[in-house]
């Protein structure tokens, strides 16, 4: 189980430190993603790390803004957040990989529940 949290109501330009902990299962052998989903669009996707951490990947509306990070003593991946636009509202989903496509969302088997990110301008 994957259980996501961190999100929240800020202002255009602040910070937020999503987590995406495990619980029931070691996921630490698994790439770890983050999506998200804006109201009336589709899921898409934001960020990934492999199961060791060396690399990561990310989408060109986030880069340089967006930093995934995993501590797999925890259990647990981050998204760290910065310069928010309003344009990154949406909700938030951590997922585990299992297959081999690293940008979408039909490889990952394993979703957390999603957390509430609204920016506002």
């Known amino acids: 189980q994957l259980q996501a949290s961190g999100g929240g109501l800020v202002q255009a330009g602040d910070s937020l430190k999503l987590s995406c902990a495990a619980s029931?299962?070691?996921?630490?052998?698994?790439?770890m993603g983050w999506f998200r989903q804006a109201p009336g669009k589709e899921r898409e996707f934001v960020s990934a790390?492999?199961?060791?951490?060396?690399?990561?990947y990310y989408a060109d509306s986030v880069k340089g803004r967006f930093t995934i990070s995993r501590d797999n003593a925890k259990n647990t991946v981050y998204l760290q957040m910065n310069s928010l636009k309003p344009e990154d509202t949406a909700v938030y989903y951590c997922?585990?990989?299992?297959?081999?496509?690293?940008?979408?969302?039909?490889?990952?088997?394993?979703w957390g529940q999603g957390t509430q990110v609204t920016v506002s301008s």
């Open positions: 790390i492999t199961w060791s951490g060396g690399t990561t």
């Open positions: 997922a585990a990989r299992t297959g081999i496509r690293t940008r979408e969302s039909g490889s990952y088997d394993y």
């Open positions: 029931g299962r070691t996921f630490s052998n698994y790439a």
